[in-house]
């Protein structure tokens, strides 16, 4: 009697073919998320870059787009084909009172009016009905914002208490490190959502930052965070989600010795202003209850590609040092990385790249480690509720109030918080 193999199960054949969820991926025109992006401002620039030498060209939110300061000093954001034949203005010349295309020499100021039409009688006698499409721009903490929502709806430019007021001697730094990036800034070439989902995945810290690739984030077991920070097993009793006024946050417990050796604990927290704002204390300092100095946008160009914006408040140059480097790969900066290296120490980088240039939801399987991931997309997709009903979503509003509070740092604990977590008693017993 021929006896009968069984049949292999959890094979990949016959799996339908992955998909996304386009209400939250999709940011063009129209779509859910990008209306409901399109209702903030957004930062396009770093302002101390953005000279008027040159037009800069750049892609925000499905839309290609020119951003330039005038002679003057104004910036301007304007769509990037000429309302006349369409050449990019890219190419365009920067001049007192606007900007000129290289074509026809036709002139625009920064909000779209047409100033001149070089090669036409009396240099345009109709230039008035011709307007280059353009957007609305405030500049702030270092960093030029613009607006791409409906001009009724327009809301105010928000401010934070984490970048004011300056105090003597500081400063706003908001260009990254990195000789010869442009002002627009630096691109990655995966969505936005892997990005910033990542804001609120405290626990991949306890994974990726040290045990699969070694302790990455600078000072680590020594001037910084303790070893124990990043014990796996103590996931579950250090990390809490809690929604906040603006959006969300997460506390991961710090359980460690002060300098006079007494048992501590203390909250490294990080809070997100929805939809795509988050503030996140100084991983590498440490500085106790001191309040945050640092916020940080996630920007979609487009589906598959993002920049991230950042503002930081200090007097001390060391404190964009430890946010934009203090987390090594085999102890380099990751430009400096083989692709070997890339491989057997990976990073964020690596990480957020791999899962897809945009996220395939389908083939996720998720468990209790995404919590934070969860309340996140419920809360967008309530916002985008929101704006499909004519109603204006969280955190928007006409009026310029006071800074809003950033409920992030590194925080003391109330006395009576437990000096061990549980799970890490259980495993070390």
């Known amino acids: 009697m021929t006896e009968t193999t069984p049949a292999d199960t959890g094979t990949g054949y016959g799996r339908k073919e992955p998909s996304y969820d386009a209400r939250l991926a999709e940011v063009g025109p129209g779509t859910p998320m990008g209306e409901l992006l399109r209702r903030y401002w957004q930062p396009i620039a770093v302002s101390e870059q953005l000279t008027s030498d040159v037009p800069h060209r750049t892609r925000v939110l499905g839309e290609n787009l020119v951003v330039f300061r005038d002679g003057q000093g104004r910036p301007g954001v304007v ?18 009172d606007g900007i000129r295309c290289c074509y026809h020499g036709w002139k625009f100021d920064v909000q779209g009016h047409c100033l001149e039409q070089a090669l036409e009688p009396d240099r345009g006698r109709r230039r008035d009905v011709a307007r280059q499409p353009w957007y609305p721009v405030e500049e702030r903490y270092g960093l030029v914002f613009v607006y791409m929502g409906p001009p009724e709806r327009k809301p105010a430019l928000p401010r934070y208490d984490a970048l004011e007021p300056l105090e ?48 990455q984030i600078m000072g680590t077991g020594g001037t910084g965070l303790p070893e124990a920070f990043f014990d796996p097993d103590a996931v579950a009793d250090n990390i809490t989600y809690t929604r906040t006024e603006y959006g969300a946050k ?17 909250s490294f927290r990080t809070e997100l202003h929805l939809p795509n704002v988050f503030v996140l204390p100084d991983y590498v300092g440490l500085p106790t209850d001191q309040g945050p100095d640092h916020v940080m946008w996630v920007v979609p160009m487009d589906d598959t590609r993002h920049r991230v914006f950042f503002s930081t408040r200090s007097s001390d140059p060391e404190r964009l040092t430890r946010f934009a480097l203090g987390i090594k790969q085999n102890g380099k900066d990751s430009w400096l990385l083989t692709e070997e290296e890339r491989q057997r120490f990976p990073g964020d980088g690596e990480a957020q790249a791999s899962q897809g240039a945009i996220p395939m939801h389908s083939e996720e399987t998720l468990a209790t480690s995404d919590r934070g991931v969860v309340m996140l997309r419920r809360m967008w997709k309530a916002m985008m509720d929101d704006v499909e009903a004519g109603r204006d979503p969280q955190n928007v509003t006409k009026v310029d109030g006071p800074p809003r509070h950033c409920d992030a740092g590194i925080i003391t604990m109330p006395a009576g918080t437990p000096e061990t977590a549980p799970a890490a008693s259980a495993a070390g017993a």
Do not use: Q
């Open 79 to 96: 769509f990037e084909r000429c309302a006349h034949r369409g050449s990019s203005l890219f190419y365009g010349r920067v001049e007192e």
């Open 250 to 266: 997460y506390d991961h417990l710090i359980r460690d010795k002060d300098d006079n050796g007494e048992p501590r604990v203390r």
């Open 168 to 215: 003597e001697g500081e400063r706003y730094y908001a260009a990254w490190p990195i000789p010869g990036l442009p002002p627009t800034g630096l691109v990655s070439d995966f969505s936005w959502l892997n990005m910033y989902e990542n804001a609120l995945d405290p626990s991949h810290v306890c994974w990726l930052h040290s045990n699969h690739s070694g302790y």
